[in-house]
Structures are given as C-alpha cells and as structure tokens.
C-alpha cells in the first residue's frame, strides 16, 4: 500500500467537494461521509496487520494536507475533519495503554500545529465549535465526540487541573446532553467527566454524580455500561453520594462480575477491602494477587518493556490508596506481595520486610512513614504543602506539572524549547519547599528509631532529591528501592569500565582524574572512547562479568512529553534505549555498580508507581544498583560528582556509603570542596585547577542534589 499516494488521492477528493460552510448542503454529506469512512477502514485495517507506523505516517499526512485547504469559510469544518481523522490512532494508543503517544494527537484536535515540538498553542473552543457545526450535528457524530472526551481525561488526568480545559469539557458534555444525544452506551466517557469534574470541585459535579446514580438505579444501560458507571462511583466520587465507595464496589462484583475487564474487577476488589485494611482477609488477597496474574499475563510482550510499564504505571492508582493504607496499618508484607505481584518480581529475590519502610508525604491529611516495627505519622495541611512544592518544582526544574483541584498553575514553562532544565537561582526556594515536604523537622526522631541498611520505598515516585534532603539536613539518607529485590553484598573494586559516549573535554578531563585514582589503588581501568567505540562494544561491555563498575561518561536525552524515547549516547553518532538495555542479561556475581554519569539518567515519569521509566531506577536488580542525575547537571559538576565518588568507593569499599559521603561534601562551600581535593592522593593537579576555576556554586541544590542511588 502507497500510503503517501493514497493519502493524496483522499485528499483530492476532499478538495473536490470544496467545503464551504455557508453553502453546505444535505447533498454533500453523502460523499463527505464517503470519504471520512474510507480513512476509517484504512486506518483500521493497519491497526489489524499492525502496520501502526503507515498509520501514523497517512493519519499525519492527511491532517496536513487537508489543513492546506483551510479558509475562513470553511475552517470550522475543515478542523473536524482533521479532528476526525485522530479518532482511530488516538482510540488505539489509548487501548494499548501508549498514552504519550496519543496525546500527542490531542493536537489534531486543538492546534494547526503537527510538528513535533514539546510545546504548542491550543485553541481549547474547538470541540464545542464541532457541536455547532452544521455537518456534525445532521450526521450524529456527537456520541463519538463525547467519547473522545472520555479518552482524553484518561490520558491526561495530571492536566485535569488546568480549570480552563476541565471547564470546556464540561461545556462539552452539557451540550451533548441537550442536544439529547443517546449516551447511555459511552458509560466510561460519563464517568471520566464526572471525575474530571469533580478534579476541579465543579459546582456542577454532584448533578453529574446523580445523573449517573439514576443511569445505574433505572436499569437501562447494558453491563459493559454499567460497570463504567459503577467504576467512577467507586471513586472519590462517592463523597456525593449516600453509600460508601466499597457499596457501589461490592454491587459490581456481586451482580455484574461477567462484565469486568482485568483492571475493572481488580480496583472493585480493593474497594472491598479498603473497609477494615488492619484485618486484611487472606482469601481476599489471594484473589487480588491472582487478578494481578492475570493482567500481567494480559499484556502483549513483544511491544516492549516501556510500552508494559506505561500501561502499570497507568493503572497504579487503582492500588495506590490500598498499598498506602496497608503500609501506614503496618502490612508491610501484605504491601510487598502485591508490588511484586504488579511488576512481576521473583519470590525468592524480594526484599524482608523488616529491611523496607515506606514514605508517603501526601497521604490524606498525614506524612507517613512506616516499618515493620515503626510508624510515624502527623496531621498538615496536605493540598496546601503538595501545591507548594509542585508549583516550586516546576518553575525550578521548568515543567508543567499541577494538582488537581488547584489552579492558577502555568501551563508552560518560560523556557518552552527545553522542558526540564533547572533554574539554578531558584535552587534555595526550592529547597526550602521540599524541607516543608518531606517534613524534616518533624522526622529527626522518627529516622533514629530505623534499623540501619534500610531501603526506603517512597509513593507516589515524585521526581524529587529526597536522598539529598535527608543527608543534608539529617546526616543520613537510604538507598531509594525500585527493584523491590534484596540486595546482593557489593563487590570489591577490582576491575572498572569507563565509557566516553560523547568525547567531549570534560569526560576526558574527568576519565585522566578518575584513572589517577583507580591507578593508586591498583584498580584495572579499561576506557572506551567513542571515536573508536561503538553499540556493539558497549554491549559486550555491559555483559561483561568482570567488571565491578561500569561507569558511563555521556551525554542523555530524555523528553518530557515522550520519557519512552529516552536514550544515551554510545558514540559515533550511535544511542541506546531502556528497552535495548532492560532486555541484556546483568552478571550474577555479587553486585556491581552502573554509575550514569549523564544528564537525566535518573529522570522518569511522575506517576504514583515506582520510578521504573527511567534508566537508572529501570535498570537495578539484586545484582545492580545505579547512580545517575534527575536533570541536566553542568559537565563540570558532574566531573566533580564523579572523582569524589571513585574517591570514596575505594575508602569505605560500599557503593551506598561512597554516595551518601559524596552528597555530604558537595553540600560544603567551594573553598571546602576544592580543600578536600587537594587532599585526595594521586589526584591530576589540572582536575583541581579546572573545577577551582569554574563560577558555580556547587553546593546549590540544582548541583549537588542531581544524583540519586537507586537498587
């Protein structure tokens, strides 16, 4: 199939109708229907071979045509036709649980825009223009509009919180309804609006609510519908409600079981038991881990290992509030079972309990941090704390995220070509907040009452420096635990591999001071440049049971809207992916260290799972813990990060400790920084004179909080 031909072909017969809104006839529809059901058919028939690249490629190829003949007297028109042609690849990402993707044609919908940028302008009054338009409304594509709406809170709850979309949408669902179109069968929509509404506290949102209570009680929606329905009841939307969430949960499971999917039946089962978590019945856990199985066993393998955690991470928060209340009741093991059931962890390699604690600064009203033997928690203000600290992190770090039920968050950042990027000048605010966050003051004693050699386990994985917090303001910090394995005793250093993936001067800086002091040591170096290295090397490298630490000098790129195409680079113009690496077997002897020494190597998306998109916290097991920075760090920080560290692992011989050391001191001024380099024996003098000479202030938080240790 000529997919650029055909979508040409298409295109031309569009032209030939030459839409004009205010001659639109009823004779016209015929054939505009014609064509619209054409792209259809081929846009499905690619879906079924699985040719989802010409998919892409005619659904994009056509928007952009069709766009070229966009007039003032037909625009409307013309911008559902483009709206139209997203509804099929947006509908699939959303099933396959590829949500960045479909997002992505969000932008059919809002914008003129198809290029691929980070940022665009959308134009928010386009679907309610559809409604009015005079085609849309004599060709009942109403329906399939409301249920896009549906399809686009799922995929973007985070931006649930902007008020201005939220409330469109809202104007969106007002107006199918009183255009009286049959919605009964696109229950799943009803619900995504009630919620997004009630994300907002919309003063429309207990209408909402009782319009769905009445569709349940009346009996007129079939059981796929109805178990939409009765989904979105189960929620927070219950507070509208006289009945308790567990009360719409057990009528699902008791009358419409047959007509769960996986995940459905699976957030039911939670419900019920989120009525007494401190007297968890077994059977009722054994039935939840075995409807993890079965979704697990659900998902399709060959799309790979990002692709398999995005859709995890999308369906998290069904078991987030029961793995936080069973934590905070002291179930630490009931706790373990089910994340490991969920991110299919070996039995035999999973973490004692009495070795874990758990940290959620943001559960209900309360921080909460609990062990096997200890619990601490204290009432605060929590929407007020989380609103601080988000808005506080992405002006510092240059994001859009927000909070829902808050406004007042700007949508983009200042610097919209480079989402991501800190703004060191505000690395002292930021800092403060984070403090406030995870409530340092009031921990101090807490921390004390902790065995030592604990791995901490923080929900939600906020993309947050909590390891440099806790050292610098409580003289100890732990290993964040993203594997959920019991760690291997590390390995003496006897054999490292230094990788430079870019050549650039400051890897090369870097490689003479670290080998200076490997040397000393009587450490085995073998250093790869990139001029000579390639993809093929590096693999061999990687796998390589000799090596006790493969430390990786390189440049990463990791983008904000699409974290599944993250990648480093290898060198001579050659990359790796986190599914090329995830896939790589990683030696079995004791436990070595991959240290990424790169820019966002830590960076992950911000759902409430475990940081499992991400390459450092992705690519630990019981065999491996990683390093690597939550952002772009200055090259010389990074530098300077290093050599303290190689410094530090050949002292204390434990790659914890060298990292817990390394956060200390690059907390100290700079004169303190450089003194503790002069007294570092061996160390290349031109490595001191380089990073004396350099105006940073290492000590600001946007430097020395980069890193994170993760196993």
Known sequence: MNIILLSKLLCDEFVKLNIEESLFDISNHTQLNGLLLTIQKIQNKLIEEQNIEDLDLVSRLMAEQIFKEKNDSNHSTINFIIHFISYIPFNYYCCIGNHNKALSYV??????????????????????????????????????????????????????????????????????????????????????????????????????????????????????????????????????????????????????????????????????????????????????????????????????????????????????????????????????????????????????????????????????????????????????????????????????????????FEVIPKNKDRFGVPKQELSDDFELLLKEFYNVKGIKRSIKELKKNMSSIVIPSDHYPMQYIFQKYLGKCYPQLVSLEAPQKDRSIVKVCIWSGSSSLTEEVEYKALNSIFNRENVQVDYFSSVKANKAKFLDCYQDNSYDVIWIMSHGIYDHWKPLGAEIVIGNDETISLDELKSIFVPQFKRRLLFLNVCDGAAHTSFDGLPKLGFAPALTNRNQCSISHLWPVNPWVASLFGVVFAENILKTKDFFQAYSNTLGILSLSNDKIIDYLFNISNLDPDFIDRIKNQRINYSLLAHSGSAAFYQ
């Open 107 to 408: 932008s059919y919908s809002f914008s003129d825009n198809f290029n691929d940028e980070q940022s665009k302008e959308f134009n928010l009054n386009r679907p309610s223009d559809f409604i009015n338009n005079y085609y849309v409304a004599n060709n009942e594509s109403l329906g399939e509009l409301f249920n896009w709406i549906g399809n686009f809170y799922f995929i973007c709850r985070r931006i649930s919180a902007y008020e201005n979309i939220a409330n469109e949408m809202l104007d969106l669902f007002y107006l199918v309804v009183k255009n009286r179109i049959n919605v009964i069968s696109f229950g799943w929509a009803i619900g995504s609006i009630a919620c997004w509404a009630n994300s907002i506290n919309h003063k429309q949102t207990p209408e909402i609510v009782l319009y769905i209570q009445n569709l349940v009680k009346s009996d007129v929606c079939n059981g796929d519908t109805t178990i939409d329905l009765l989904l979105s009841l189960s929620t927070e939307l219950a507070k509208y409600t006289k009945e308790p969430a567990h009360y719409w949960a057990n009528i699902a499971l008791r009358y419409y079981e047959k007509y769960c999917k996986n995940h459905q039946k699976l957030h039911f089962l939670f419900n019920v038991i989120s009525r007494d978590f401190e007297n968890l019945d077994r059977n009722s856990l054994k039935e939840i881990l075995l409807e993890i199985t079965d979704i697990n066993n659900s998902h399709d393998i060959d799309s790979g290992y990002s692709s398999i955690i995005m859709q995890k991470d999308r369906l998290f928060e069904m078991i987030k509030p029961a793995i936080l209340a069973l934590a905070a009741t002291g179930n630490i093991n009931e706790v373990l079972q089910i994340l490991s059931t969920w991110y299919e962890v070996e039995e035999q390699n999973l973490i004692d309990e009495e070795d874990v604690f758990f940290i959620d600064p943001t559960y209900k009203d309360y921080y909460r941090l609990s062990s096997l033997e200890y619990s601490f928690h204290c009432k605060r203000d929590v929407t007020q704390i989380i609103t601080n600290v988000t808005r506080g992190f992405s002006e510092f770090n240059q994001v859009s995220h927000s909070v829902r039920g808050v406004s007042g």
